[in-house]
């Protein structure tokens, strides 16, 4: 069975700072795909960056990066010039490739945006 | 263009009762997930819905049970509620349909369960 593990409970950082969340997994899949969401205190999950497991290149969305490490399980997340807005608790998620679209979550990071 | 709708946003229940939850998903869409939400954790999938089908199942008893109807709209059923069901439950929508998967989930608001 697939897991997926988010060492940091909590995190902190300051204004206009850099921050990198991290998350690994466990799978004997080739083919995957890696999300980052976002769930503020509305409670709706929004995704903040996808990467699939067949591209190297990591994926970016304007402020938010990733750092994939396909062989060491490794899929962290880079906020540059964190803003308030991005206060929320991060979650870090695995889907097979092909069939089923389950998600599987890592517990959680919780980010605090100190002004 | 309308997201993923859940009902009710909030509801409280006794142990023992019957409770159910309502999903529309993003329009457009053919698929809905149902995960389960316990306070400061991460979601857990609970099934999905597809063609009016459960296609997969997580590690959920019997008591959790659902419905596809052919808007494509979703209702989960929980029977015999107990104080450990009590959690958000979130509803999430996809395309599945002529190979479209995007892998991609949009997710509703979520249905707040307090068991007492």
């Known amino acids: 069975a697939q897991t997926v593990t988010q060492s940091q409970p909590e995190m902190s950082v300051q204004e206009a700072e850099t921050v990198t969340l991290s998350c690994t997994y466990d799978?004997?899949?080739?083919?995957?795909?890696l999300f980052w969401y976002k769930q503020p205190p509305s409670r709706q999950m929004i995704l903040v960056i996808r990467?699939?497991?067949?591209?190297?290149q990591n994926a970016t969305e304007n402020r938010f990066s990733v750092n994939f490490q396909k062989a060491a399980k490794s899929f962290s997340l880079k906020i540059s010039d964190s803003q308030l807005g991005d206060a929320a608790m991060y979650f870090c998620?695995?889907?097979?490739?092909?069939?089923?679209?389950?998600?599987?979550f890592g517990q959680g990071t919780r980010l605090t945006i100190n002004p | 263009d309308a997201g993923v709708t859940q009902s009710p946003t909030h509801l409280i229940k006794t142990r023992g009762q019957q409770v159910t939850l309502r999903c529309s998903p993003k329009?457009?869409?053919?698929?809905v997930s149902w995960y389960q939400q316990a306070l400061g954790q991460g979601p857990q999938f609970i099934f999905q819905?597809?063609?009016?089908?459960?296609?997969q199942r997580g590690n959920f008893p019997d008591r959790f049970s659902g419905h596809q109807f052919p808007n494509y709209s979703s209702e989960l059923n929980v029977n015999a509620l107990l104080l450990g069901d009590s959690a958000l439950y979130l509803c999430?929508?996809?395309?599945?349909?002529?190979?479209?998967?995007?892998?991609?989930?949009?997710f509703g608001e979520g249905s707040r369960l307090t068991v007492l």
């Open positions: 999430a929508s996809s395309l599945l349909a002529g190979g479209r998967d995007t892998g991609e989930l949009f």
């Open positions: 799978t004997s899949e080739s083919d995957y795909y």
């Open positions: 990467q699939e497991a067949y591209k190297q």
């Open positions: 998620a695995y889907r097979r490739y092909q069939g089923a679209q389950k998600l599987v």
């Open positions: 329009s457009g869409h053919d698929t």
């Open positions: 819905y597809y063609e009016e089908e459960e296609r």
